[in-house]
C-alpha cells in the first residue's frame, strides 16, 4: 500500500484514526494498531506476511534468551545467534539469486537460479527487529515479554516498507503509554499533507521525465 494512494488517504487512513480515538483502553488501542499495520503489510505482499511473523518470533525468543544469560558467554551466544539468522533470512531473500548467477559465471556451471521474490521491507523490519536484540543484549532495556508489543514495534506501518530505521530504545515507553494532544495530531497532519504533495506533485512528475529521457530509443542505422 502506497501513501499516496486513494485508499490510503480516504480509506485506511481516517478508519485507523477514527478506532483509534474512539476507544480509551490502551490495550484495545495497541491491538487495533497492530491489526491495521498487518493488514497494510498484507495488502502488498500477502505471503510474505508470514515471513515477516516468524522474523518477529525468531527475534523476540532470542531477546528472551538474552535476557535470561546466566553469563556473559550465553548472553553473547544469544544475541549472536539472534543476529546471524536475521542476517542469513535477509541474505537468502536479496542475494541467493545474485550468488547463484556469480558461481555458474565464475566456473561455468548451470546451476539453476532460484527465481526468489524480494520481500516488501524486509530490509527495514530485519534490522529494527535486530537493533531490539542488541539493545537488550547491551542492557539499554529489559526484554520484552509481550510478543504483541513487540511485533507492534517491528510492524508498526508508517516505517514498516519505507523507514526509517528506528531503534527500540526510542519507543518502548509508547508501546504502553501513548498520550497525544490536538497540537500534535495537527502538526502530524500537516506534515503528512506536505509530505504527500511533494510526493504527487514534484516526485511523480519527475519520475515521468526522467522515465521518458532514461528509456532506450532505437537510433535509426540509415
Known amino acids: 500500500m502506497v501513501f499516496s ?3 490510503f488517504v480516504y480509506i485506511f487512513l481516517p478508519l485507523i484514526l477514527l478506532l483509534y480515538f474512539a476507544v480509551k483502553n490502551s490495550t484495545w488501542r495497541r491491538g487495533i494498531l497492530l491489526v491495521f499495520s498487518l493488514f497494510f503489510y498484507a495488502w502488498g505482499e500477502p505471503v510474505y506476511l508470514f515471513l515477516m511473523l516468524f522474523s518477529a518470533l525468531i527475534n523476540y525468543v532470542f531477546g528472551l534468551l538474552v535476557g535470561k544469560g546466566k553469563t556473559p558467554a550465553a548472553r553473547k551466544l544469544a544475541v ?12 537468502v531473500f536479496k542475494y541467493a539469486g545474485f550468488a547463484v548467477e556469480s558461481i555458474n559465471a565464475v566456473l561455468g556451471s548451470s546451476i539453476p537460479v532460484p527465481a ?7 530490509s527495514f523490519y530485519t534490522f529494527q527487529a535486530m537493533t531490539y536484540v542488541i539493545d537488550v543484549y547491551r542492557e539499554n532495556c529489559p526484554p ?16 514498516l516498507v519505507a523507514g526509517p530505521i528506528v531503534r527500540y530504545t526510542d519507543i518502548e ?3 504502553e503509554y501513548r498520550r497525544v ?3 500534535e495530531i495537527n502538526d502530524g497532519l500537516y506534515r503528512f499533507a506536505i509530505g504527500m504533495g511533494k510526493k504527487v506533485v514534484f516526485a511523480n512528475t519527475c519520475a515521468l521525465a526522467a522515465e521518458n529521457l532514461l528509456q532506450p530509443r532505437q ?4
Open 219 to 222: 537510433v535509426p542505422l540509415f
Open 80 to 91: 549472536a545467534g539472534g543476529v546471524i539468522l536475521n542476517l542469513a533470512m535477509l541474505g
Open 116 to 122: 526468489i521474490v524480494l520481500p516488501l521491507g524486509i
Open 5 to 7: 494512494s486513494p485508499f
Open 144 to 159: 520484552q515479554k509481550s510478543f504483541s508489543r513487540l511485533l507492534l514495534f517491528i510492524t508498526f506501518f508508517p516505517q
Open 181 to 183: 494532544s490536538a497540537k
Open 173 to 175: 515507553d509508547q508501546l
